[in-house]
Nanobody, 116 residues
C-alpha cells in the first residue's frame, strides 16, 4: 500500500520560507519520479516541481529561482524548499509519485498560506 505523507506547511509572511517534506512508503522510491503539485481555491491543480530518479528537475516558470526540489532516496523523502514566498503561492501542496509504469499516487496535501 502506497503512502505519501506531507508535512511542513503553514502560515508565513510574504518573503518568508518554508520547507515541505513528503515521506513515502510502499513504493520503490528510488525509481519513482517525485513531484509537488499545488491547488489554490477555484483553480486547477498544477505541477510546481518534479525530480526524476536520476535527479533531473523541472520547475514551473513562476517558481524558478525561488523553489528547490530535492530527494533523499535512503530516507524515501522528497523535499520542496520554498524561498521568497508570495501570496500567489498560497495553496494546498500535494506530493506525487509516478512509477516507470505510469502508476501514480498522491499524498493528502498540506496547506501553505502566504499572508501578512
Amino acid at each position: 500500500q502506497v503512502q505519501l505523507v506531507e508535512s511542513g506547511g503553514g502560515l508565513v509572511q510574504p518573503g518568508g520560507s518554508l520547507r515541505l517534506s513528503c515521506a513515502a512508503s510502499g513504493i520503490v522510491f528510488s525509481i519513482n519520479t517525485m513531484g509537488w503539485y499545488r491547488q489554490a481555491p477555484g483553480k486547477e491543480r498544477e505541477l510546481v516541481a518534479s525530480i526524476t530518479p536520476t535527479g533531473t528537475t523541472y520547475y514551473r516558470e513562476s517558481v524558478k529561482g525561488r523553489f528547490t526540489i530535492s530527494r533523499d532516496n535512503a530516507a524515501k523523502t522528497v523535499y520542496l524548499k520554498m524561498n521568497s514566498l508570495k501570496p500567489e503561492d498560497t495553496a494546498v501542496y500535494y506530493c506525487n509519485s509516478r512509477s516507470i509504469s505510469g502508476a501514480t499516487s498522491w499524498g493528502q496535501g498540506t496547506q501553505v498560506t502566504v499572508s501578512s
